[in-house]
T-cell receptor, first 116, second 111 residues
Framework: NAGVTQTPKFRVLKTGQSMTLLCAQD?????MYWYRQDPGMGLRLIHY???????AKGEVPDGYNVSRLKKQNFLLGLESAAPSQTSVYFC???????????????FGPGTRLTVL | DAKTTQPTSMDCAEGRAANLPCNHS???????VYWYRQIHSQGPQYIIH???NNETNEMASLIITEDRKSSTLILPHATLRDTAVYYC????????????FGTGTRLTIIP
């Protein structure tokens, strides 16, 4: 199993450009998440999905859109990138279960995005 | 989710036990304590969790005080590969699957 993979690993954008980050998981997880991490800070939740075709806002959703057309994929879009969106983006997935410990989140390796 | 307080940084000698404290004085009765770590900008990694009993797995031990207002993560024989940022998180398992990360404790293992 590859676990959680993210594409691309690095990207540099100019202000106003758009791009899509792809997250894929092969663990048949129902829940998927997008976080951002700024230097010296913990992760902050952008958007999440509790199942195929559903998405919800997290703590810092402004400037981002997401889609979950397939259970194994979760896409994060930036329609008009801004320098404030320079960050490391992490995707995660987990089972939909209320059994503690069985719903641990598995994280991808991250995408390092710079917006000039 | 309840707020947690952790020291900003700690050092530990290689081979010694690393004890990482966490305060969660406002934890609710149905909230668990979870620990994750993040090694050098990689994605965070789950370590262990507990509700009120002490827990141990192949990575670490978790000691939760009887009043559940604080806990300690113990890495019994720290190695250089344990150098990372450790996050203490409290969360419920009832319809709330989100994790709220603070700034964590930066643990440095010294040779």
């Amino acid at each position: 199993n590859a676990g959680v993979t993210q594409t691309p690993k690095f990207r540099v954008l100019k202000t106003g450009q758009s791009m899509t980050l792809l997250c894929a998981q092969d663990m048949n997880h129902e829940y998927m998440y997008w976080y951002r991490q700024d230097p010296g800070m913990g992760l902050r939740l952008i958007h999440y999905s509790v199942g195929e075709g559903t998405t919800a806002k997290g703590e810092v959703p402004d400037g981002y859109n997401v889609s979950r057309l397939k259970k194994q994929n979760f896409l994060l879009g930036l329609e008009s990138a801004a320098p404030s969106q320079t960050s490391v983006y992490f995707c995660a997935s987990s089972y939909r279960t209320w059994v503690a410990g069985e719903n641990e989140q598995f994280f991808g390796p991250g995408t390092r995005l710079t917006v000039l | 989710d309840a707020k947690t307080t952790q020291p900003t940084s700690m050092d530990c000698a290689e081979g010694r036990a690393a004890n990482l404290p966490c305060n969660h004085s406002t934890i609710s009765g149905n909230e668990y304590v979870y620990w994750y770590r993040q090694i050098h900008s990689q994605g965070p990694q789950y370590i262990i969790h507990g509700l009120k009993n002490n827990e141990t797995n192949e990575m670490a031990s978790l000691i939760i005080t009887e009043d559940r207002k604080s806990s300690t993560l113990i890495l019994p024989h720290a190695t250089l590969r344990d150098t990372a940022v450790y996050y203490c998180i409290v969360r419920t398992n009832f319809g709330n699957e989100k994790l709220t990360f603070g700034t964590g404790t930066r643990l440095t293992i010294i040779p």
